[in-house]
């Protein structure tokens, strides 16, 4: 598949972050919600962006959920150190991984990503 040559905008990152991060809190192994279930959620919430547009950027989330599990499995293993700094490494891993989010949902997303690695 390839995706639109611009990212999408904040405002449809954060709808997509919002369905996937906030209102479904499941870890990557459990059933995830039918995608075109989400992507019509996300064109209902947003008037201004492309079909394509709203598109990558449910492919972009649900690409960091699964790099959140993986970034967060190896701060439990003392990959990145230990406390603020490796707080810090994790969320810029987040960052470098999925670009366009604000720092409160890189800082939930990696929340979200510890509570799926306690299981």
């Known amino acids: 598949m390839v995706l639109p040559a611009s ?3 904040p405002e449809v990152m954060s709808i997509a972050f919002d ?4 209102k479904g809190r499941s870890p990557p192994s459990c059933p995830a919600p ?7 959620r996300i064109r209902d919430r947003v008037q201004n962006e492309s079909p394509a547009m709203c598109r990558d950027a449910l492919i972009r989330i649900q690409r960091l959920k699964h790099d959140v599990y993986d970034i967060c499995n190896a701060f439990r293993d003392g990959e990145y150190g230990s406390g603020d700094e490796a707080i810090a490494t994790a969320l810029a891993l987040l ?3 999925c670009p366009g989010l604000s720092g409160e949902e890189y800082r939930t997303a990696f929340a979200i ?3 799926w690695t306690a299981f």
């Open 7 to 9: 990212p999408p905008g």
């Open 19 to 22: 369905l996937i991060f906030r």
């Open 113 to 115: 990503g510890m509570m």
């Open 34 to 40: 039918d995608d075109m279930d989400l992507l019509n």
């Open 95 to 97: 960052q470098a991984k």
